[in-house]
């Protein structure tokens, strides 16, 4: 078995160089949907309150947590849930064409 070189010469660094480039461009567009679904979250508080009758299919009767959204304002929610719309409603700003690739921003 030969001994393996520590001598690194330019056409390794170049090698190299290209594979990583190839590598940081095969990653632009994950990276690009991550941004843009961070853009989209957010999160809602909720509470439970009271309890409802809930039958399932084989008609056993339970009980099951209602849920209400928790507004109380300067105290922190009883749970916080990410919430991604399915469609952005208006009073929700996201902007899912900012920063995409082929753009300006």
Same mark, same amino acid.
């Given at each position: 078995?030969? !001994?393996?070189?520590?001598? +690194? ?5 170049? %090698?190299?160089? $290209?594979?990583?480039?190839?590598? +940081?461009e095969?990653?632009?567009? !994950?990276v690009d949907?991550?941004? $843009? ?7 809602v508080?909720?509470?439970? $309150?009271?309890?409802?009758?809930? %039958?399932? %299919? ?6 099951? !947590? ?11 929610p009883? +749970?916080?849930v990410?919430?991604?719309p399915g469609?952005?409603? !208006?009073?929700?700003?996201c ?11």
């Open positions: 078995m030969a !001994p393996v070189s520590a001598r +690194v010469t330019r056409a390794d660094v170049r %090698r190299d160089l $290209r594979a990583l480039r190839e590598d +940081v095969d990653l632009a567009g !994950p949907e991550i941004d $843009r679904f961070d853009q989209c979250l957010f999160t508080g909720l509470r439970s $309150r009271g309890a409802y009758l809930f %039958r399932d %299919r084989t008609g056993r009767e339970r009980l099951r !947590p209602a849920l209400s959204f928790d507004l109380r304002g300067a105290q922190l009883q +749970v916080s990410l919430a991604f469609e952005e409603p !208006p009073q929700i700003e902007n899912e064409d900012a920063g995409g690739l082929g753009t300006d921003e």
